[in-house]
């Protein structure tokens, strides 16, 4: 059973950036993809960005698209999000996900198998 645990949530200016990590337990890190969703206030969860096993391939939302970078730490069982040039929109509670072992990133952005409790990030105007 794989255990996710999220921080780095937080209050910050628009335009300002934030590092969300997810640190992962019960599991071979290096065998599932990895990634973060969000869930926006009234709004349903959506997919933010995914990495694979080895950590060098990603794919994100076309909303976060060169502005936020995710990352994984095999060495660290890690993931990361780093935000920049936030907005407002971007108000949401983040979630980690992870996949099953060996799959692909899109059968992770389908159906994530694990998920974290979750961490607030504020973007004010």
């Known amino acids: 059973q794989v255990q996710l645990g999220e921080s780095g949530g937080g209050l910050v200016q628009a335009g300002g950036s934030l590092r969300l990590s997810c640190a992962a337990s019960g599991g071979t890190f290096s065998r599932f993809p990895m990634g973060w969703f969000r869930q926006p206030p009234g709004k349903e969860r959506e997919f933010v960005a995914a990495?694979?096993?080895?950590?060098?391939?990603?794919f994100y939302a076309d909303s976060v698209k060169g502005r936020f970078t995710i990352s994984k730490d095999n060495a660290k069982n890690t993931v990361y999000l780093q935000m920049n040039d936030l907005k407002p929109e971007d108000t949401a509670v983040y979630y980690c996900a992870a996949g099953s072992t060996f799959e692909t990133i899109l059968m992770l952005v389908r159906a994530p198998r694990y998920w974290g409790q979750g961490t607030q990030v504020t973007v004010s105007s």
């Open positions: 990495v694979s096993r080895n950590g060098e391939d990603t």
